[in-house]
């Protein structure tokens, strides 16, 4: 079973910076990918940003592109999120997923995942 370690979450003024880490241990899959989805108070959760492994590749939800970044770091399987430019409309809780064999088409989709981060927590205000 895979366990997932959010850090990097706080407390930002609007136009500030946050880089999110997620780091995973146990499991044994080659083929996955690292999500980050996020909730808003009386939103629903929404996708933000995934990184694949072994190959590298990103995927961003299209509202976000240019202000947040994936990134990795294969050694330490850790996938990291660097938000900039962040808006008060950022605030939420930003949770982690794992998929397994991901593709294209399934990886925006939560119900794919099999496990998941406690979460952290995102506040961006002056």
């Known amino acids: 079973q895979v366990q997932l370690l959010e850090s990097g979450g706080g407390l930002v003024q609007p136009g500030g910076s946050l880089r999110l880490s997620c780091a995973a241990s146990?499991?044994?899959?080659?083929?996955?990918?690292l999500a980050w989805f996020r909730q808003a108070p009386g939103k629903e959760q929404e996708f933000v940003a995934a990184?694949?492994?072994?190959?590298?590749?990103?995927y961003y939800a299209d509202s976000l592109k240019g202000r947040f970044t994936m990134s990795r770091d294969n050694a330490k399987k850790t996938a990291y999120l660097q938000m900039t430019n962040l808006k008060p409309e950022d605030t939420a809780v930003y949770y982690c997923?794992?998929?397994?064999?991901?593709?294209?088409?399934?990886?925006?989709?939560?119900?794919?995942?099999?496990?998941w981060g406690q979460g952290t927590q995102v506040t961006v205000s002056s």
């Open positions: 990184i694949r492994w072994p190959n590298g590749a990103t």
């Open positions: 997923g794992r998929l397994v064999n991901p593709i294209s088409s399934t990886i925006r989709s939560r119900n794919r995942y099999d496990s």
């Open positions: 146990g499991g044994t899959s080659n083929s996955y990918a």
